[in-house]
């Protein structure tokens, strides 16, 4: 069953951390971009970070400093560690897997930062 299942996420005071998980099943996971997004309440959804392939990542200017996306291609996982969270870091998480024009999602997990 192709699936990408998001973990993580919590309630974290601000300027705490968290580490969210995105276990993918069913496909060939090393050939596969990875990226992490997120909505807000009342907002689009936005990419957050996004690795290769090859290892190479890239971040919005909101997370920069702050967020580490990495994978591990043995366990078929994408992380995103998220340090120094902020109430804006609200959201609801996805992970998604894009490679030759299969395009999939995660169900999403719920990061809420407040004291």
């Known amino acids: 069953q192709v699936q990408l299942v998001e973990s993580g996420g919590d309630l974290v005071q601000p300027g705490g951390s968290l580490r969210l998980s995105c276990a993918a099943s069913?496909?060939?996971?090393?050939?596969?971009?990875m990226s992490w997004y997120r909505q807000a309440p009342g907002k689009q959804r936005e990419l957050v970070a996004v690795i290769t392939n090859g290892g190479s990542t890239n971040y919005a200017d909101s997370v920069k400093g702050r967020f580490t996306i990495s994978r591990d291609n043995a366990k078929n996982t994408v992380f995103l560690q998220m340090n120094s969270l902020k109430p804006e870091d609200t959201a609801v998480y996805y992970c998604n897997g894009y490679w030759n024009f299969n395009d999939l999602w995660g169900q999403g997990t719920q990061v809420t930062v407040s004291s």
């Open positions: 069913g496909i060939m996971f090393r050939f596969y971009r």
